[in-house]
C-alpha cells in the first residue's frame, strides 16, 4: 500500500496528513476554511485517494500560511507515498468541465518542480478563502512533490466553478499518473531514474 503520514508544525501552521493512494475509503479533511475542504474532497474523491487532513492554523491572520502549508504537506505526502516511482505511467492530463468553465491539469512525476498556472478570478474570494492563494497552494504541491504541474482555465465565467474544476483534474491527472503499469520495467524513464 503506497501510503504516507506527514506532521508538519510551525508557528504559523500545525499540520498532519495522511495520504493513501491505493485505498480511498477514508477520507476526513479538516483545515478551517471550509472551501478548501471542499476542494480537497474534491481532489480525493476525483483522484481516488484516501486524505486524512487536520489543520490548526493562523487563519486570524489570513487564510494564505494555511493554504500554503497544505498543499506543502500535500506536495510531501505524495513524493514519500510514490518511493522509487517503479511501474508508475509518470504522466496524466486531464480536462473537466464544471458548466460552462472547462478546466486542465497535465503534469509529470519527473523529479523536477516546475508550475505552469493560468487562470484568472474575477471573484476574489470563495467563502474563507482568498482565491489568488489557489496558486500559492498548487505551487506548493508542485515543488514539495517535485512535480512539473501545468493548470489552467480554458474558459469560463463562474469562480468557484473554475476552481473546482482545476482541483478535479488535479486529482484525476494524479490518478493517471501514479497508476502502476505492469508493462513498465523501472521506472518510466531513459535515465532509469525519476
Given at each position: 500500500m503506497r501510503q504516507a503520514t506527514i506532521e508538519r508544525n510551525t508557528k504559523e501552521t500545525q499540520i498532519k496528513m495522511t495520504l493513501n493512494?491505493?485505498?480511498?475509503s477514508q477520507v476526513d479533511i479538516d483545515t478551517?476554511?471550509?472551501?478548501?475542504?471542499?476542494?480537497?474532497?474534491?481532489?480525493?474523491?476525483?483522484?481516488?485517494?484516501?486524505l486524512v487532513v487536520k489543520v490548526n492554523g493562523d487563519l486570524d491572520v489570513d487564510p494564505h500560511h494555511t493554504t500554503e502549508d497544505t498543499g506543502i504537506v500535500l506536495g510531501e505526502c505524495i513524493k514519500q507515498a510514490l518511493g522509487q516511482k517503479v511501474g508508475i505511467e509518470r504522466f496524466g492530463t486531464q480536462f473537466v468541465p464544471m458548466d460552462e468553465t472547462l478546466g486542465q491539469v497535465s503534469l509529470d512525476l519527473s523529479g523536477r518542480s516546475y508550475l505552469v498556472f493560468d487562470a484568472l478570478f474575477e471573484n476574489p474570494r470563495l467563502g474563507g478563502l482568498d482565491t489568488e492563494t489557489v496558486?500559492?497552494?498548487?505551487?506548493?504541491?508542485?515543488?514539495?512533490?517535485?512535480?512539473?504541474?501545468?493548470?489552467?482555465?480554458?474558459?469560463?465565467?463562474?469562480?468557484?466553478?473554475?476552481?473546482?474544476?482545476?482541483?478535479?483534474?488535479?486529482?484525476?491527472?494524479?490518478?493517471?499518473?501514479?497508476?502502476v503499469n505492469p508493462e513498465i520495467i523501472g521506472v518510466n524513464s531513459t535515465k532509469g531514474v525519476i
Open positions: 493512494l491505493d485505498d480511498q478551517g476554511i471550509g472551501f478548501l475542504n471542499h476542494m480537497l474532497n474534491l481532489f480525493a474523491k476525483h483522484g481516488r485517494f484516501g496558486e500559492d497552494f498548487f505551487q506548493a504541491v508542485a515543488f514539495s512533490a517535485e512535480m512539473n504541474l501545468h493548470a489552467r482555465i480554458l474558459y469560463g465565467r463562474n469562480t468557484h466553478h473554475k476552481v473546482e474544476s482545476l482541483f478535479k483534474a488535479f486529482g484525476r491527472a494524479l490518478r493517471q499518473a501514479v497508476t
